[in-house]
Antibody, heavy 120, light 110 residues
Framework: QVQLQESGPGLVKPSETLSLTCTVS??????????WGWIRQPPGKGLEWIGT???????YFNPSLKSRLTISRDTSKNQFSLKLASVTAADTAVYYC????????????WGQGALVTVSS | QSALTQPASVSGSPGQSITISCTGT?????????VSWYQQYPGKAPKLMIY???KRPSGVSIRFSASKSGNTASLTISGLQAEDEADYYC??????????FGGGTKLTVL
């Protein structure tokens, strides 16, 4: 069974860079039939797709976040990572890492979520 | 990209059927058979209930079904049970190779 686990700081200062890593177990991020991505949910609000990476290195980003966003993968560690630069309070959210089916037809495995608060 | 449109809330009594709509555009729901539905309990990660418009992952109850017509997708829950009370989100692939979600619908079982 594929499992995902987010890790990283739970508190980030405004204007700094938010960094999270997702460790995948029970499956390989080298699987060419799936994508790996990040989705966030501000407190009390809905889901927002952040971006997605494929084993080949192809990236797909939310246009509203693209200028601040980096998503990378480390196949040797079976991990993928998120960096979001120049954060503000509006970036405070629960961040989920997830596995996405081809063509983003469904997100079938989710991490438990990591709350990241942007505050000085 | 604009979020897909879902009703903020729906309700139903145990045993009844309810339908949640998800309206997009010809650039997302209307053009691709890559619509998904998620169930989320408070404080928990979403769970995939439907993928590729109408396919159920293994382990999801057959009481959950979905379809699409034009720019609108729909999730139907039949034989409503107390445990179905949760938030439901739809998602769709888009013409610019992104994923967009709906605003979410709170289902109340009366």
């Amino acid at each position: 069974q594929v499992q995902l686990q987010e890790s990283g700081p739970g508190l980030v200062k405004p204007s700094e860079t938010l960094s999270l890593t997702c460790t995948v177990s029970g499956g390989s991020i080298s699987n060419t039939n799936v994508y790996w991505g990040w989705i966030r949910q501000p407190p009390g609000k809905g889901l927002e797709w952040i971006g997605t990476v494929h084993f080949t290195g192809s990236n797909y980003f939310n246009p509203s976040l693209k200028s601040r966003l980096t998503i990378s993968r480390d196949t040797s560690k079976n991990q993928f990572s998120l960096k979001l630069a120049s954060v503000t309070a509006a970036d405070t959210a629960v961040y989920y890492c997830a596995r996405l089916l081809l063509w983003f037809g469904g997100t079938d495995h989710w991490g438990q979520g990591a709350l990241v608060t942007v505050s000085s | 990209q604009s979020a897909l449109t879902q009703p903020a809330s729906v309700s139903g009594s145990p045993g009844q059927s309810i339908t949640i709509s998800c309206t997009g555009t010809s650039s997302d729901v209307g053009s691709y058979n890559y619509v998904s539905w998620y169930q989320q309990y408070p404080g928990k990660a979403p769970k995939l209930m439907i993928y590729d418009v109408s396919k159920r992952p293994s382990g999801v109850s057959i009481r959950f079904s979905a379809s699409k017509s034009g720019n609108t997708a729909s999730l139907t829950i039949s034989g409503l049970q107390a445990e179905d009370e949760a938030d439901y989100y739809c998602g769709s692939y888009t013409a610019i190779s992104t994923l967009v979600f709906g605003g979410g619908t709170k289902l109340t079982v009366l």
